[in-house]
């Protein structure tokens, strides 16, 4: 499974990273935006509350954990098969990387205000090249919770620029799709710094409403400590590159495909900047994932 080089690479990446500054407010600051981010992730987390398959996501409480530090930041993420079995029939399955529902919670470094960051309907329409009639469904279930909160706390991303394909990147397996599956979720457990989060199986959710779709699977890990460090200045990030989602799929043709979201495409596009500890999460993704789906 080639768990030894993700072992090296996990050394590697925590040698380097240790050296990574840490820039946090002082307590009380860090008290007063630490209770206004929870406030507004609370308005999220009711909104939510009907959906059966949800994850949130505590970046700032799961670096402390770890001893590192990461403004506040809370992601939760949530599927609703029907709209996700809607706009996935008959269409690329590459789509999925974005479907299930992000929100995040934040407050930029050194700032006292509370944000809410979320995955726009022309974001994944420019994205994956989609008319926006088809995400009809997906733009009004995101009006009616962004309707929830004050315009002025909302964090819109740029999309003017943002072309079919962006910041995607694709790994092919050399495995069906079930052991691909399977590979990979054994790599992540058994990275030390990585914990597992859970995962969206995209084709049983089709299933349930009478719709037919090839495998798909979105997986979710990530490593908090690495993590705190990629994100000290471009918190925003918790929303599309930690924690990671991992796609899987297995095409019309058979072919099996590991896809996931560039981060330092996410933080140029948020911040204009790309960091060294972004670069090298990225790195060892990237190893990782390519040593896990290559025959022996």
């Known amino acids: 499974m080639n768990l030894y080089k993700s072992f090296i690479i996990t050394i590697a990446l925590s040698t380097l990273l240790s050296c990574a500054d840490e820039n946090p407010q002082n307590e009380s ?40 530090y990461t403004p506040p930041a809370i992601a939760t993420i949530f599927s609703d098969s029907e709209i996700n079995s809607k706009i996935l029939e ?7 990387l974005d479907l299930p529902f992000k929100f995040l919670a934040y407050s930029e470094p050194d700032t006292v205000d509370a944000r809410l960051a979320y995955t726009s309907t022309d974001f994944i329409a420019r994205r994956h090249g989609l008319p926006e009639e088809l995400l009809a469904d997906y733009s009004d279930a995101l009006a009616s919770i962004l309707s929830l ?49 859970g995962e ?7 299933q349930a409403v009478g719709v037919e779709l090839n495998p798909t699977r979105l997986l979710f890990f990530g490593a908090p400590e690495p993590g705190a460090k990629a994100m000290i200045s471009t918190p925003k990030l918790g929303l599309d590159a930690f924690c990671q989602k ?29 960091t060294v500890p972004q ?13 896990t789906l290559e025959q022996e």
Do not use: C
Request: net charge negative; glycine share 2%.
């Open 29 to 68: 600051a860090k008290s007063g935006v630490l209770a206004s981010v929870d406030a507004l992730d609370k308005t999220i987390q009711n909104a939510t509350a009907s959906n059966d398959w949800k994850i949130s996501l505590d970046h700032h409480r799961m670096a402390q954990k770890e001893d590192a």
């Open 90 to 96: 008959n269409n690329d399955q590459l789509i999925a």
């Open 149 to 197: 909160v004050d315009k002025s706390v909302i964090s819109e991303t740029k999309t003017a620029d943002i072309e079919k394909g962006f910041a995607i990147v694709k790994i092919k397996s050399e495995f069906d799709f079930e052991t691909t599956v399977n590979r990979l979720k054994e790599t992540i457990r058994a990275i030390p710094d990585t914990i597992w989060f």
């Open 200 to 206: 969206l199986d995209y084709q049983q959710e089709a």
């Open 246 to 274: 991992l796609l899987v799929f297995e095409n019309e043709n058979g072919e099996v495909w590991a896809v996931y979201n560039d981060i330092t495409a996410f933080s140029k596009l948020y911040y204009d900047k790309a």
């Open 279 to 291: 670069r090298l999460i990225q790195w060892r993704l990237k190893s990782t994932i390519s040593n």
